[in-house]
């Protein structure tokens, strides 16, 4: 029985060392790991409690990161200074009290006798380049630790820092990537009213209401005009893009019919197409095809990939939307009779933004920020998105969205 005790112990051992190594290259978090780590230990190696302390290379203290079997009161005791025994870790060698109350290299031995400390394990977490805390061991009786428990709790140590430092790197650089688009954010949306006050006095202008104008003065008008639009769609765009990262770990999805879906969106831009000339056509299957997803996610894509055929399609040009079950996956499919892209642009039409020299031809001010948006929400759902396109013969966008991710079809 001891004998199998033993090896039961052995291979969780392993196994938590296995998924330590693993976290390592994972985009976990700080505290995921933290608490998978401290809890882990206490279970395995049967002691009281378990810290763990980062260092504060300005202050030269140790920060609580992680604390799981002690009390409030004795985690937040107090700043935690490079006393003895934690320097002796710092610097890279595990170090044990045998009677943490009594031991003079023990910074708060009164608290630690209230908290039912006895015995304490203190090992260095060693990063890539230096020593960047200590893992921390607590029982309630006096204990020793065997040398084979000490080498795992010194791998255990050493992988565990290694994926602490990845997940310090991951936490900053999500907190750059936030405060980065929160700034962006906040610009776009401030310069939205001054913009709508600017076109509000062109339109005063060019209505006659202060005198009027020459054809020259109108022709300026006209391009600040179209600048202003320009920058208005810009600012669009980017709250578009905000508003959906922000939202979408929290989106409920519902079945949706993408019937439903493409009728709508047509019927919405059937008079933009005809106004231009164009003629718009939709073949939609009879049973209704189901999509989980959210109608805002749905609305996007379909806004942006017709509103795109509709600007780089001339007069006198098609446009048709296509819906089908094909192979197990439900494809939609929408093909113009535009501009087209050439081969060389084709692979970086969904690079943040890109425009092709047709579409700058056409729009001068765009920002090339509609496909990779169009693509970023297509693959939340679980979808694909490719183009097929000749210069100067159209292009063609196929949407295929596999079972696997909620698809079902209804008769």
């Known amino acids: 029985m001891e004998i199998n005790k033993d090896l039961e112990n052995s291979l969780r051992r392993l196994e938590l060392l296995n998924q330590v190594?693993?976290?390592?290259?994972?985009?976990?978090?700080?505290?995921?790991?933290?608490?998978?780590?401290?809890?882990?230990?206490?279970?395995?190696?049967?002691?009281?409690?378990?810290?763990?302390?980062?260092l504060d290379q300005?202050?030269?203290?140790?920060?609580?990161?992680?604390?799981?079997?002690?009390?409030?009161?004795?985690?937040?005791?107090?700043?935690v200074e490079a006393d003895k025994s934690l320097a002796k870790a710092l610097e890279g060698?595990?170090?044990?009290?045998?009677?943490?109350?009594?031991?003079?290299g023990i910074q708060y031995p009164?608290?630690?006798?209230?908290?039912?400390l006895v015995s304490v394990l203190s090992l260095p977490l060693k990063g890539r380049t230096k020593v960047i805390g200590t893992l921390r061991l607590y029982t309630g009786e006096k204990r020793s630790f065997t040398r084979d428990e000490i080498d795992f709790l010194s791998a255990l140590a050493a992988q565990g820092a290694i994926s602490l430092e990845n997940a310090r790197s991951y936490d900053a650089l999500e907190q750059q990537d936030k405060a980065k688009s929160d700034f962006i954010m906040m610009m776009t949306h401030e310069l939205k009213a001054p913009l709508m006050a600017v076109q509000g006095l062109l339109d005063v202008m060019q209505k006659g209401y202060v005198?009027?104008?020459?054809?020259?003065?109108?022709?300026?008008?006209?391009?600040?005009?179209?600048?202003?639009?320009?920058?208005?769609?810009?600012?669009?765009?980017?709250?578009?893009?905000?508003?959906?990262?922000?939202?979408?770990?929290?989106?409920?999805?519902?079945?949706?019919?993408?019937?439903?879906?493409?009728?709508?969106?047509?019927?919405?831009?059937k008079t933009s197409a005809l106004e231009k000339g164009l003629a718009m056509d939709v073949d939609l299957p009879d049973q209704d095809l189901i999509l989980m997803g959210s109608e805002d996610e749905v609305e996007k894509i379909l806004n942006n990939l017709i509103t795109n055929a509709i600007k780089y399609t001339p007069k006198g040009g098609n446009i048709s939307l296509a819906l089908s079950a094909s192979g197990g996956s439900v494809v939609f499919m929408?093909?113009?009779?535009?501009?087209?892209?050439?081969?060389?642009?084709?692979?970086?039409?969904?690079?943040?933004?890109?425009?092709?020299k047709g579409a700058k031809?056409?729009?001068?001010?765009?920002?090339?920020?509609?496909?990779?948006?169009?693509?970023?929400?297509?693959?939340?759902?679980?979808?694909?998105?490719?183009?097929?396109?000749?210069?100067?013969?159209?292009?063609?966008?196929i949407l295929s969205f596999p079972p696997s991710d909620g698809f079902s079809t209804h008769e």
């Open 58 to 79: 300005k202050t030269n203290r140790l920060e609580l990161a992680f604390a799981c079997g002690l009390s409030e009161e004795y985690v937040h005791k107090g700043p």
């Open 361 to 397: 031809k056409i729009d001068p001010y765009g920002k090339g920020l509609g496909l990779p948006f169009v693509k970023q929400i297509v693959e939340g759902l679980g979808g694909t998105i490719r183009v097929k396109s000749e210069e100067g013969k159209g292009a063609e966008f």
């Open 211 to 269: 005198g009027p104008l020459t054809e020259k003065q109108k022709e300026l008008i006209g391009r600040i005009y179209r600048r202003i639009d320009s920058l208005t769609e810009v600012s669009t765009d980017l709250l578009d893009i905000y508003e959906w990262q922000t939202k979408r770990p929290d989106t409920q999805s519902i079945p949706l019919s993408m019937n439903v879906q493409i009728q709508r969106a047509v019927d919405l831009f």
């Open 110 to 116: 009164e608290e630690a006798r209230r908290e039912g």
């Open 21 to 54: 190594a693993k976290d390592i290259t994972s985009t976990l978090g700080l505290e995921p790991r933290l608490g998978f780590v401290c809890q882990s230990i206490i279970d395995i190696m049967g002691v009281k409690g378990v810290s763990i302390r980062l």
């Open 93 to 104: 060698t595990p170090h044990f009290v045998s009677d943490a109350p009594n031991d003079p």
């Open 334 to 356: 929408i093909k113009d009779t535009g501009i087209g892209i050439n081969d060389e642009d084709i692979p970086k039409v969904f690079d943040d933004f890109f425009r092709s």
